[in-house]
C-alpha cells in the first residue's frame, strides 16, 4: 500500500505544480529563474517534444492505452513479492504516467514548464521527472539482478 501512496504522491505533487503555474505563469511566458534554468508555461498536446500533435486522436490515444498495459504491469510488480527497489522504480514510473494522464483526460493537453537552456532541450513537468527517475531506477536494477 505504501507504494501505490508513493505514486498518488507524486501524481499530485505533479498537479499541483501544474496548477501554481497555470495560476500564475502566463500561457506563453517564459520566467528566468537561475543560469540556464526558466520556468517556461506551454501547452503539449501531443508526445514528448510536442511529437505528432497533429495526430493527437490516433497515435496518442494508442500511446495513452500503451501506457495503460505498462501502469496494469507496474501495479502487478508493486502487488507482487519483487524487491522494494523494484515497488519504488514502478510507483514513480505509476505517479509520472498518472500525474500526465490525468491532466491530458481532464485538458486534453499537458502542461510543461521547467526549461533548461541547451540544444535540443525539451520543457518538461514534475511528472516527467518523477517517471524517468522511476525509469533510471528500473533500468539501473536490472543490470544488478
Known sequence: MKYFMLSLLAACADLVSKKAVR????RGRKVHIK???????I??????YNKLE???KTVVTASASAVGLVAAYLVYLIKTG???????GAALILGGGIGNLAERIKDGE??????????????FNIADIIAAAGGIITV???FFR
Open 23 to 26: 495560476d500564475n505563469i502566463p
Open 35 to 41: 543560469g540556464r534554468l526558466y520556468l517556461w508555461h
Open 43 to 48: 501547452k503539449n498536446k501531443g508526445l514528448a
Open 54 to 56: 497533429d495526430k493527437r
Open 82 to 88: 519483487a524487491k522494494p527497489v523494484d515497488k519504488i
Open 110 to 123: 499537458v502542461t510543461d514548464f521547467i526549461y533548461v537552456e541547451a540544444k535540443k532541450m525539451p520543457i
Open 140 to 142: 539501473v536494477r536490472a
